[in-house]
């Protein structure tokens, strides 16, 4: 049997690039420019993850076999999604009927075993339990599940819980209370605008223990990597400004439309041209270095126009760095700080350690901690 490791270096092998890549006013009180419930349900938004960084892992419920033919043309009497059902759906969905995110479901199975599932993203899935903080999904990371202990917010990734570096603003904003998150999302949409206009909603998604990927040089053949971040937050939706003087959430259509979204195909004539996919990443037109042949002793390049990663989008970003204020008291102190899961594929298989050490500036009377190392472990020790 694979241990987590094994489990790891398969993953990292099928997907080689690494993941790359938080009281309501009187003024607020009044929106009129909300879109129609049938709006909001009807678009669709992008995709603008990374995570490296996740971003988020989408989860697919593998525990739902689609039927066979020969059962979808059994009696019509029978409900054929009686036949698509688990014993966590019929169990959990006796305990609880009509479940919402976020919801926990815990029963003896047939051999006695304790099972704790957790419902996300309209599934039931099998959970960890953690004595501070509760359950926690094992199969991916939960954008919205965040729990607040002391000073400080947790996050729940694989079956653990750490520390939070960036949590979503919704959490922590007292504009939230009492709005759904649709109402919160357009607080911030420009009251002037023109038609076409494209502005994030004021929802987040947070990602953290990412290595956020800022820039990819390409170096004599090799493609070398600048990282700035370890936790960022990007916009959970975007919105057009149409028309009728409304916004609404943006379409396929939109971004089918608007060339900064369309396949980069580089030439001579667009270098220095910047584009956007939807991935949350910008990229320019240069020239770049391709390797066309190498012997023992030499290696052959050429150059031609091709798509170079120079910056990504996000709403807030910020290296993971200690709590505790750097002055002339622990001036040359070191501390080793945990950024959280690192993620290859589909699984997290290291976490990302950051060394720190204080430095004091006895002349101008400051401090501050700066990067002096960094190295990965295995997520499973």
């Not at 600048?226 to 960022?232: D, F, G, K, L, P």
């Not at 979204?261 to 041209?273: D, K, R």
């Not at 390797?291 to 031609?304: A, L």
């Amino acid at each position: 049997m694979f241990n987590g490791n094994h489990v790891c270096a398969i993953a990292a092998m099928a997907a080689i690039s690494m993941i790359s890549f938080t009281a309501c006013s009187d003024e607020n009180s009044d929106i009129t420019n909300v879109p129609e419930e049938s709006e909001l349900s009807s678009s669709s938004t992008p995709s603008v993850e990374a995570e490296s960084s996740s971003s988020e892992l989408v989860l697919s419920s593998s525990s739902a076999p689609s039927s066979s033919s020969e059962e979808s043309s059994s009696s019509s009497e029978e409900d054929p999604s009686e036949s698509e059902l688990t014993e966590a759906d019929v169990k959990c969905g006796a305990i609880k009927p009509n479940p919402v995110d976020g919801d926990e479901c815990s029963y003896k199975d047939d051999d006695g075993y304790l099972r704790n599932f957790m419902y996300v993203h309209d599934a039931w899935w099998e959970s960890k339990v953690d004595s501070t903080f509760g359950m926690c999904p094992t199969n991916a990371i939960n954008s919205r599940l965040y729990k607040k202990s002391g000073a400080d917010y947790y996050y729940c990734a694989w079956g653990k819980w750490f520390r939070a570096v960036m949590v979503p603003q919704q959490f922590t904003d007292p504009r939230k209370e009492g709005l759904s998150d649709e109402e919160y999302d357009v607080l911030d949409l420009p009251k002037n605008a023109s038609v076409g206009d494209r502005a994030e909603g004021a929802l987040e998604r947070c990602v953290n223990g990412a290595s956020l990927i800022v820039r990819e040089r390409f170096d004599y053949g090799v493609v070398r990597v600048e990282t700035q971040a370890s936790a960022y937050c990007v916009a959970e939706n975007h919105y057009r400004y149409r028309s009728n003087g409304t916004w609404t959430l943006e379409t396929d259509e939109d971004l089918q439309n608007d060339s900064r979204f369309q396949e980069i195909e580089c030439t001579e004539g667009n270098l220095g041209a910047e584009y956007e996919l939807g991935d949350g990443k910008i990229y320019r037109c240069e020239n770049v270095s391709v390797t066309d042949f190498c012997n023992k002793n030499t290696c052959k390049y050429s150059w031609k126009p091709g798509a170079v990663v120079v910056d990504v989008r996000y709403k807030r970003s910020t290296l993971a760095s200690p709590t505790e204020a750097c002055n002339e008291s622990n001036d040359g102190e070191k501390v080793t700080i945990d950024a959280g899961p690192i993620v290859s594929g589909d699984l997290p298989c290291y976490k990302r350690l950051l060394d720190y050490q204080c430095k004091y500036d006895s002349e101008n009377s400051s401090g501050k901690w700066e990067v002096v190392g960094e190295k990965n472990v295995s997520f499973y020790d």
